[in-house]
C-alpha cells in the first residue's frame, strides 16, 4: 500500500512540474478531468510502464534508461487520444536568463510540446525515485 501511495505521490507531482513549466497542457473546464488524468497516468505507470520495461529491459540498459522517456511520451499520446479533455497544445518558449545561463526562445509545435513534457515528467519522476527510496 505504501509502494501505491509513493507512486500517486510521485505521478501527482510530476504532472504538477510539467503543468506549471508547460502552460499549454489543457485539462478542460470539468473539474474531474484532473482525478481522470492523474489516475490514468498512475494506472498506466502501475500496470503498463513495468511490463515494457521488463521486456525491453535489454535496451533500457543500453540506453541509460530512455526507454522510460519513450513510455511516458507514449502514455501521454495515448491518454490525449483517450481523455476527452485532456489536450496539449504547441508552446512558444519565451526564453530565460538563469544567473547567466541564457537560453533561447524557441517555438514548439504540438509532437515536441508532447516530447518537452515527457522529459520533464521523466526527469522528475527520476529524481523523485531517488529521493524517496
Do not use: C, W
Not at 2 to 10: A, Q, S, T
Not at 30 to 36: G, I, S
Not at 42 to 55: D, M
Amino acid at each position: 500500500m505504501k509502494h501505491y501511495l509513493r507512486k500517486l505521490i510521485i505521478v501527482f507531482i510530476s504532472l504538477y512540474v510539467a503543468y506549471s513549466l508547460i502552460p499549454t497542457i489543457k485539462l478542460g473546464n470539468d473539474p474531474k478531468n484532473l482525478a481522470f488524468v492523474i489516475g490514468s497516468f498512475f494506472l498506466a505507470s502501475i500496470f503498463i510502464k513495468p511490463f515494457f520495461s521488463l521486456v525491453l529491459l535489454p535496451i533500457n540498459f543500453m540506453t541509460i534508461s530512455l526507454i522510460s522517456l519513450a513510455l511516458n511520451i507514449a502514455i501521454i499520446f495515448a491518454l490525449i487520444s483517450f481523455l476527452p479533455g485532456l489536450g496539449v497544445e504547441a508552446y512558444n518558449f519565451p526564453g530565460a536568463n538563469l544567473s547567466g545561463i541564457i537560453l533561447e526562445p524557441i517555438s514548439l509545435n504540438k509532437v515536441a510540446t508532447i516530447v518537452a513534457v515527457g522529459f520533464i515528467i521523466t526527469v522528475v519522476q527520476k529524481v523523485l525515485h531517488i529521493l524517496f527510496d
